[in-house]
Structures are given as structure tokens and as C-alpha cells.
């Protein structure tokens, strides 16, 4: 997540050097769209493939890929209403120990590596409220309540273990975020913001497991209407 967060940095200077050449403060604007580049950090997540292997742990941020996407529709100058659709994808390794028959014991055992590619997703909506000014700089802020959907596909392919298999859950999911849009042209503002988000999902053959989410976008958002 420090990558992102350079990212933001460099991208809030960036907006505001480009914002000090045009004149005026955005004005009401009825839709928006936009589209972010995510980044998460969670706590392990425990996956169950099976009674033949020991359950994986494993987080949904490894991998630091996604993407975040959604539309606001403004009621007010300071309320609307926003839906929110975001993926993540994880990958990674973990080891397994085999222990193939032979004909005199004891037998030797061997190490094979395992792939595992958990992904999130949430859909999301709730209420934006924003801090609407004269300034370029918009302050915001999202309360979302919604579901989260978390998929992991196990795929063994070695001389020892050749097996594939994939896990799904949907839980309940909620999100808060606090941000800042910042005008830079006519109908364009870039977007940054920071979330905190909980999630209630688990592998079919455990209880439902909370995932604990620090987050943090940036990308653009478009004004109509």
C-alpha cells in the first residue's frame, strides 16, 4: 500500500499545480462517474479445499491488482447516493508434504508447491455526503453497506498431487470511506480517498470469517448533468 500512497501524494500535487491554471470552483453537477485504481491491506483468510488437505490461510492483498468502479447520484449540493462494484485479486504459493507408497519404509517425503488465487469483490451502495465550497478541493465521505463475494482456486500440478479445486462465499459487507475530489478540468475531478471495511466471509465448510480491510484509491471522476 506505500506505493499507493506515494501515488496520491505525487497524483494531490500533481491535481493542484493543474487546478491553479483554471479559474472557478467546480459546479453542481447532478451524476457522476467514476473509476479507481484500488489497493487493500487484510488480515489472513482461512480456505478449506477439503478433508484431504489442511485448511490455507491466506490474505486478499498479495498481489496488489484491481480495480474500483461506481456512479453518485446527487440529490443536494451535500447528499446523494453512490454505488460501489470493486475487485481484488490475490495469488500465491504455499507448500504441501507427500509421502508417496514405496515398497520398503520407511518412505521418502517430498515437497510440491501449491498455487492458490483468492479474489474479492464487493457491491456496494449507501450515502455520499459531501462538503461542497469555493474552492476546488471537495471533501467527502461514504457510509456502504452491501455484499462481499470471495472466490479461491487451488490448482496442484506436479508428479505427486495433480488436483483443482475452488472455493465461494458471499457475505454481508461494509465499507467507510473519507476522501477528496479535486477539480482539474471542466466535468473532471481526480479522486483519492481512504476506507475502512469489514467483511463476513468464509470457505462453505467453515463459519463465516471477518475480513478486516485498510484501503486506499485514486482515480477520476466525471461530472453530468
Not at 22 to 48: A, L, Q, T
Not at 176 to 204: H, K
Amino acid at each position: 500500500m506505500h506505493r499507493l500512497l506515494a501515488v496520491v501524494l505525487f497524483a494531490a500535487v500533481w491535481a493542484q499545480l493543474a487546478a491553479a491554471q483554471m479559474r472557478g470552483s467546480p459546479r453542481f453537477s447532478k451524476f457522476g462517474v467514476f473509476g479507481n485504481y484500488p489497493e487493500i491491506e487484510s488480515n489472513e483468510h482461512i480456505f478449506d479445499f477439503g478433508t484431504d488437505f489442511e485448511a490455507i490461510h491466506k490474505d486478499f492483498d498479495s498481489a496488489d491488482r484491481g480495480f474500483e468502479g461506481g456512479a453518485i447520484r446527487n440529490f443536494t449540493r451535500y447528499f446523494g447516493v453512490m454505488g460501489d462494484v470493486s475487485a481484488h485479486f490475490s495469488s500465491g504459493e504455499t507448500s504441501y508434504t507427500v509421502q508417496p507408497l514405496c515398497g520398503t519404509p520407511p518412505c521418502p517425503t517430498f515437497t510440491q508447491n501449491i498455487a492458490i488465487n483468492p479474489r474479492l469483490f464487493h457491491f456496494l451502495g449507501g450515502p455520499e455526503f459531501t462538503l461542497r465550497n469555493h474552492t476546488r478541493w471537495t471533501p467527502f465521505g461514504d457510509v456502504l453497506f452491501g455484499v462481499a463475494h470471495a472466490t479461491a482456486s487451488f490448482k496442484a500440478d506436479g508428479p505427486f498431487i495433480h488436483v483443482s479445486r475452488a472455493e465461494t462465499e458471499t457475505g454481508f459487507a461494509m465499507k467507510f470511506v473519507g476522501g477528496v475530489d479535486v477539480y482539474i478540468i471542466p466535468r473532471v475531478s481526480f479522486r483519492m480517498n481512504m476506507s475502512y471495511g469489514r467483511d463476513y466471509v468464509g470457505s462453505s465448510a467453515l463459519p463465516p470469517q471477518r475480513v478486516n480491510l485498510v484501503g486506499s484509491s485514486i482515480g477520476f471522476l466525471f461530472h453530468f448533468g
